[in-house]
């Protein structure tokens, strides 16, 4: 049975090797450390019988403007394969969103996905409730264009 937790620092070499497998952006061990020692309520992992088969890492934007308020980002979100269509990306970026709003005030969160990925497009607009903010282009190192997407989270602060 595929259990959710909040990520631990001990969880980066299998939240990396996740990454490895899937995904094309690749981020080196220390970024994950940071990121999970820095907002350790906002990235999650999935295990199945102790091994980690998808993980969120999450973290607040750090560099604001003036007057800006504060707002987190998705910054990777990987499930493997075979364990896809399960809501295991769902349950993980709804936890992710609880916390941003309630612990951190975030007013919204933020994510970039690639113009071709339908599957993630199809549930952050449909399921989650993401728009799209704006289009980054060439924004992945092959060229590709990505939609940043934002989902207000003043509604589950309260």
Do not use: W
């Not at 308020?69 to 979100?77: A, L």
């Amino acid at each position: 049975m595929v259990n959710i937790r909040v990520a631990r620092v001990q969880d980066v070499q299998g939240m990396q090797a996740c990454n490895l497998q899937n995904l094309p952006e690749n981020y080196m061990l220390q970024y994950y450390l940071y990121v999970v020692a820095s907002y350790p309520q906002l990235s999650y992992v999935a295990e199945d019988e102790g091994k980690i088969v998808g993980y969120l890492m999450a973290r607040m934007e750090d560099e604001l403007s003036e007057g800006e308020e504060p707002y987190g980002h998705v910054v990777s979100i990987s499930v493997l394969r075979t364990y896809r269509r399960l809501g295991i990306a769902k349950k993980m970026m709804l936890q992710s969103q609880e916390a941003m709003a309630r612990l951190y005030s975030g007013s919204f969160m933020s994510l970039h996905v690639r113009k071709s990925n339908r599957a993630a497009i199809t549930l952050y607009k449909d399921t989650l409730n993401f728009g799209v903010f704006k289009i980054e282009k060439a924004y992945y190192g092959d060229g590709e264009d990505a939609y940043v997407m934002r989902l207000p989270l003043k509604e589950l602060a309260r």
